[in-house]
């Protein structure tokens, strides 16, 4: 069983700043791809950033030269920094890995999600 709890979503004004965090744990051989996905109300879910095991990064143009993702392999966590926010990234953002567990074993968890809100 492996769990993805993310952490660091909030209220922040336009033009702020915020860091989620997304640590793996449990049953975890290593971790393949990364990302954050996001999804706001009435819309569909969307890749926010992703990032692979060996740091090769890739972002929605829409938050390009905002937000930065990064990965600590040894702590199994994945960050996203995101600045100059926006009220249109608005949203819940959830967290996705590519874990294997070994013996060619592989499968893809979410994190349960949380919420971030940008507004005056």
């Known amino acids: 069983q492996v769990q993805l709890v993310e952490s660091g979503g909030g209220l922040v004004q336009p033009g702020g700043s915020l860091r989620l965090s997304c640590a793996a744990s449990g049953s975890i051989f290593s971790i393949n791809a990364m990302g954050w996905y996001r999804q706001a109300p009435g819309k569909e879910r969307e890749l926010v950033a992703g990032?692979?095991?060996?740091?090769?990064?890739n972002y929605a143009d829409s938050v390009k030269g905002r937000f930065t993702i990064s990965r600590d392999n040894a702590k199994n966590t994945v960050y996203l920094q995101m600045n100059s926010l926006k009220p249109e990234d608005t949203a819940i953002y959830y967290c996705?890995?590519?874990?294997?567990?070994?013996?060619?074993?592989?499968?893809?968890?979410w994190g349960q999600g949380t919420q971030v809100t940008v507004s005056s």
């Open positions: 996705n890995a590519l874990i294997i567990h070994g013996l060619g074993s592989a499968n893809g968890y």
């Open positions: 990032i692979t095991s060996s740091g090769t990064t």
